[in-house]
């Protein structure tokens, strides 16, 4: 791939900074933490890391509230560990991409304090402000997803204001031209430090309906999405007036403008919506929108290969011209590992799954501690930590669950991770996933991440070609990658029975080995799979 193409197929490494490795003793990880464990990072076989926020922050939703876009918080370490983590990243062949939160800021944040003072200030029109009904109460039914109304009243405006997520993170008023103007100033200011890209968190909340009309309510048998659960108010509307308005496409057209004068640089938006699959196609679609999209749509709890490929395929029917994004875990949804394993998964399982992943067609995100098979970590109510979970504990436990600090060292304090008690606690299960451990294990399941990604870096089908899914029985996952003359067949047994496919449809040429994955055996006409066997062979 060229460097102005390598996004295509590449394999980012998502990197909770809290969660990654404390190296000033105050429990919390740092960027001083990331270029310790650069070295680990590109043993991976990684072409990129994701950094989740460090900007300067309240900290109210752990940097997802910003109060400043161009300063670290001191939590993270200074810019100088920022320009040094980037130089060494650099070195060593890997790219760097940072979130961006645009559609909101912390209630901290010098543009909302100045906001809120009066109707007249110089940024009195950069937040959503709206008048009270005559009874008082707030503009329309719109809800915000952590929980309650998404208006919060001013005293000093006599307004109230919109919040999509917490009442401490104001929605900024796209609507304005200037507004729009320093976000993208804002953006610029890290492509000129010489950041390769941007991962656009909450892209399609960006713009409101001007009218404020009401969502419409959601009949109780359509009450589900992506990213909350069907007990939040949330669920009961359909968010057609406060999401994913027709002028974000303007937006992201003008964002694409800016990143054409950094060559080589690239952009991912998150996309919630009622159709994400559909909006991940319209954000995507030619060469003046986002470079590529992901979704929700595969962090969810249903786990089949009918499910995979009823997503993949109907992305596929509509993207066009377009690249996709896949994930199966993130900072926000349980750890894929306990999600799709059930309190059965085993390391062939979790290889099964990081390779599956890497087989689709698209990019990946690949979340920190997949590589390592950890689970999803019990947290009691008084060690929660999560906003979102205290509002919605005991149905939703939130997802602190998923952030718990890597482990490095099986035996060693606090698991490696740091000096001292670390903001979330390390789960006990986890220390027997200890990265010290694996690595002295050939068989382990960070062994086989490494592996399978080198691997997959000899095909090059596996990474740009196109993707054709063929009929097979649950819970066979079957498709072909093809890239020119060459065509490549790849199998997954999802679960852990046992189960024979008849190749009817296709003539096997050659097996692949070298994947490090647990096989299937091809026998005459057929191909016996064992729990979480593979499979990948050039057809004739």
Known sequence: MSELTWWRGAVVYQIYPRSLLDTNGDGVGDLRGIITKLDYIASLNVDAIWISPFFKSPMA???????????????FGSMQDFDELIEKAHQRGIKVIIDQVLSHTSDQHAWFIESRESRTNPKADWYVWADPKEDGTAPNNWLAIFGGCAWEWEPRRQQYYLHNFLRSQ??????????RQAVLDNIEFWLKKGVDGFRLDAITFCYHDELLRDNPAKPKDKRQGRGFSEDNPYAYQYHYYNNDRPQTILFIEELRQLINRYPGTVTL???????SLAVMAAYTKGDDRLHMAYSFELLTEDYSAAYIRQTVEALEA????????????NHDVQRVASRWGRGKQTRDMVKMLNAMLCSLRGSVCSYQGEELGLTEAPIEFHELQDPFGKTFWPMFKGRDGCRTP??????????????????????AAHRALAVDLQEAD???VLHGYRQFLAWRKRYPVLITGEIEFLDAPEPLLVFVRTLGEQKLLVCFNLLDTEIQWALKEVKLQQELAGHG?????????????SAYASFYALLA
């Not at 938006?269 to 159709?275: K, L, N, P, R």
């Open 318 to 329: 509509s993207i066009g011209d377009g690249w996709p994004c896949w994930a199966i875990g």
């Open 61 to 75: 939703d752990f940097g997802y509230d910003i109060s400043d876009y161009r300063e670290i918080d001191p939590l």
């Open 269 to 275: 938006g998150e996309v919630s919506a009622e159709d």
């Open 170 to 179: 104001p929605d900024i008023n796209f609507h304005n031209p200037e507004v």
């Open 406 to 427: 890597i482990p490095w060292e099986q035996y060693a304090d606090f698991s490696g991770f740091s000096q001292v008690s670390p903001w979330l606690p390390i789960a």
């Open 517 to 529: 994955l647990k096989t299937a055996q091809w026998q005459g006409d057929s191909l016996m799979f």
């Open 442 to 444: 050939c068989h382990s």
